[in-house]
């Protein structure tokens, strides 16, 4: 008895669908194509979007010193280099890290990274003169090593390595 109710109101619902569908006039437009000056406005405003996008993507916190020292040796030379140090001009994209790891005695192990690459180490004593001269000397190191970074990046990037893919 179901199966003949099921048949039944599918065979109903058919006929109404089909009712509806030829009594109905087509409802479609015909739609003119857009003229030339909405054209070049859309496009002008896809390569503004795509432009933003890029300069959003390009956008990070750059030159961050980050402090792992534990000593106050080790943060007297953390404060001091962050006194001397003044970033490149086109450095972009790094992190400084000044790492201290104990020694023996009263000595300990200073290491400065950028991202994730050493640039300069040397001991660390807790004498105030001594402090001041290896920050000089981190300091100028580190800025070279970004100088030189960044122009080795821009020959990778420059004309002459580009190419077409076809050898």
């Known amino acids: 008895m179901s199966s003949v109710w099921r048949f039944g109101c599918l065979f109903c619902f ?8 030829h009594g ?10 857009a003229p030339e000056s909405l054209k070049l406005l859309l496009n002008d405003i896809i390569e503004q979007a795509t432009e ?6 390009s956008l990070e916190i750059d030159g961050l010193l980050i402090d792992e020292t534990k000593t106050k040796s080790g943060r007297d030379f953390f404060d001091l280099f962050y006194r001397d140090w003044e970033p490149p001009v086109d450095a972009r994209n790094y992190s400084i890290f000044i790492m201290e790891r104990p020694f023996r005695a009263n000595q300990t192990l200073i290491e400065v990274f950028i991202n994730e ?5 040397s001991f660390l004593q807790p004498r105030l003169d001594y402090i001041e001269e290896i920050v000089g000397d981190s300091v100028s190191i580190t800025q070279m090593y970004l100088a030189q970074y960044e122009e080795l990046i821009r020959e990778l990037d420059g004309e002459d390595r580009k190419g077409s893919g076809i050898f």
């Open 52 to 57: 933003k996008v890029k300069s959003d993507a």
């Open 14 to 21: 058919l006929g109404i669908f089909s009712m509806n569908l």
């Open 117 to 121: 690459t050493m640039v300069y180490q």
């Open 24 to 33: 109905q006039s087509d409802s479609t437009k015909v739609i003119k194509e």
